[in-house]
């Protein structure tokens, strides 16, 4: 659920997918679900997706904080 993911953005400020589908467990649905439900959460602008350029050469993730 999207209210899930919500709740744990509140709890921990900010996750990249990785970790919020380890925190959401295995019963939650595919990292492509996921993603879908991130980008209807960041088009309604509930989240948004933090990441500088540099940071893709090293293989650092997105980072989705909750939009203030």
Not at 9 to 27: C, N
Not at 38 to 49: C, M, S
Request: proline share 4%; aromatic share 12%; net charge positive.
């Amino acid at each position: 659920k999207q209210i899930d993911i919500l709740e744990l953005l509140y709890k921990y400020r900010f996750s990249s997918r990785q970790l919020l589908l380890d925190s959401l467990g295995e019963g939650n649905g595919t990292d492509s679900n996921l993603y879908q439900k991130l980008e209807v959460l960041i088009t309604r602008g509930l989240v948004f997706k933090r990441h500088e350029p540099r940071q893709k050469l090293f293989g650092v993730p997105y980072a989705f904080p909750l939009h203030s």
